[in-house]
T-cell receptor
Framework: AQSVSQHNHHVILSEAASLELGCNYS??????LFWYVQYPGQHLQLLLKYFSGDPLVKGIKGFEAEFIKSKFSFNLRKPSVQWSDTAEYFC???????????WGAGTKLIIKP | GAVVSQHPSRVICKSGTSVKIECRSLDFQATTMFWYRQFPKQSLMLMATSNEGSKATYEQGVEKDKFLINHASLTLSTLTVTSAHPEDSSFYIC?????????FGSGTRLTVV
């Protein structure tokens, strides 16, 4: 079955630390990839997405993600986190053959000031 | 953990008919639920915020008369697509706000023929 795995359910970092959140998916065909973020008390927002082209994708607020097809991965990175990055981050995969969005379980990120 | 059940997972309907999608929080009370729509090869789009006992808040560009939302109890929100047309074919997903964050339904794939 198709699935998306986010390895860390909770991550705690200090401000200015570097961030990398893992995301792996199980699907052999063409995929569209997303990272969404939910800040406390707010609804889901798109952070960045990959459909095709340059596998290094830059998103809002200094985030980027790299699609590595051979590893079925789409890890999210930020070189220096801020307290305002405290949120829950979701990786999602859309197999190109249908409309369905397959979600990872989410990673709760807490940034200590 | 918190579970949101969305039903049906797939539905095919004729143009001009109405379709109701249910979103239930199974083990918690959800005063707020969100309805999203995913267009082909695009990310999720928030359609509306559903509040128990009051009118839903629709995002700009979403027709409230076409996408009727009812949140009559603390565990159930429904989205009714009225007079469906082929362009309404899409993937609809709900999410509910729980004590620790947000939980998503598994989505409904609507095909209007």
């Amino acid at each position: 079955a198709q699935s998306v795995s986010q390895h860390n359910h909770h991550v705690i970092l200090s401000e200015a630390a570097s961030l990398e959140l893992g995301c792996n998916y199980s699907y052999g065909g063409t995929v569209n990839l997303f990272w969404y973020v939910q800040y406390p008390g707010q609804h889901l927002q798109l952070l960045l997405k990959y459909f095709s082209g340059d596998p290094l994708v830059k998103g809002i607020k200094g985030f980027e993600a790299e699609f590595i097809k051979s590893k079925f991965s789409f890890n999210l990175r930020k070189p220096s986190v801020q307290w305002s990055d405290t949120a829950e981050y979701f990786c999602a995969v859309n197999p190109d053959s249908n409309y369905q969005l397959i979600w990872g379980a989410g990673t709760k990120l807490i940034i200590k000031p | 953990g918190a579970v949101v059940s969305q039903h049906p997972s797939r539905v095919i309907c004729k143009s001009g008919t109405s379709v109701k999608i249910e979103c239930r929080s199974l083990d918690f009370q959800a005063t707020t639920m969100f309805w999203y729509r995913q267009f082909p090869k695009q990310s999720l789009m928030l359609m509306a915020t559903s509040n128990e006992g009051s009118k839903a808040t629709y995002e700009q560009g979403v027709e409230k008369d076409k996408f009727l939302i009812n949140h009559a109890s603390l565990t159930l929100s429904t989205l009714t697509v009225t007079s469906a047309h082929p362009e309404d074919s899409s993937f609809y997903i709900c999410s509910a706000r729980d004590q620790v964050g947000y939980t998503f339904g598994s989505g409904t794939r609507l095909t209007v023929v």
